[in-house]
């Protein structure tokens, strides 16, 4: 199997996995067109008070966690199903304190030609969605919810190379940053063209 970086090989060639090109799957893609992914979006937090956090809920690939995380993207659901824009929830982490969940609230754009309505104005409306909602009984998987501030995504975020860690082939990762252009984020490495301080690499 002469592919690399995961490719596979198909009898007549290599078939690549995302973000990776050449005729051997040697190469990074020059661009990683992350804006779709990412989208806006408000982070938010809630306290989970029936549930004890453990360490097993550390390890973002254990059953614990993801039967967790599982239960509270359902939770969330039901809570934001009235919002319009509403396109479901990412955890990004839990900590102790019961269980305090750290979420992105996913945005879809604004049709149309409707304006965009700010960040930290969708925030203070999903918190007040959040508190207005009953409270499920006890017996309910997750009773208990509290809900803590909102804010929209940061921009020290949205430049942080750790961003394209996440997107990019593992092999590559390292060498990827963020690019912002008039229409979204891009992932770049110093060998794509038209960008302000690219090489020419030729063919490496």
């Known amino acids: 199997d002469p592919c690399q970086n995961g490719g596979r090989w198909m009898g007549t060639g290599c078939l690549c996995p995302p973000n990776v090109v050449g005729e051997r799957c040697q190469f990074g893609a020059p661009t990683i ?29 254990s059953t614990t966690y993801r039967s967790f995380v599982d239960e509270f993207s359902r939770t969330m659901d039901r809570v934001y199903h009235d919002v319009s824009d509403y396109g479901g929830i ?22 149309g030609d409707k304006p965009p ?10 918190l007040e969605v959040a508190n207005t909602t009953p409270q499920p009984r006890d017996c309910s998987p997750l009773a208990g919810v509290g809900w803590g501030g909102g804010q929209g995504s940061p921009d020290w975020w949205l430049s942080s190379p750790e961003l394209c860690r996440r997107h990019a082939p593992a092999n590559f990762s390292r060498y990827y940053y963020p690019y912002r252009t008039p229409s979204g984020l891009l992932c770049v490495t110093n060998c794509t063209l038209n960008v302000p301080g690219s090489i020419d690499c030729h063919r490496g």
């Open 33 to 61: 067109n992350i804006t779709a992914e990412l989208g806006p979006s408000v982070m938010m937090m809630a306290r989970v008070t029936n549930r004890n956090f453990s360490n097993a809920m550390r390890d973002t690939s």
């Open 90 to 111: 990412r955890v990004v982490n839990l900590t102790r304190g019961s269980v305090v969940v750290s979420y992105r609230v996913l945005l879809h754009p604004p049709a």
């Open 117 to 126: 309505t700010s960040l930290d104005t969708r925030a203070r409306e999903l």
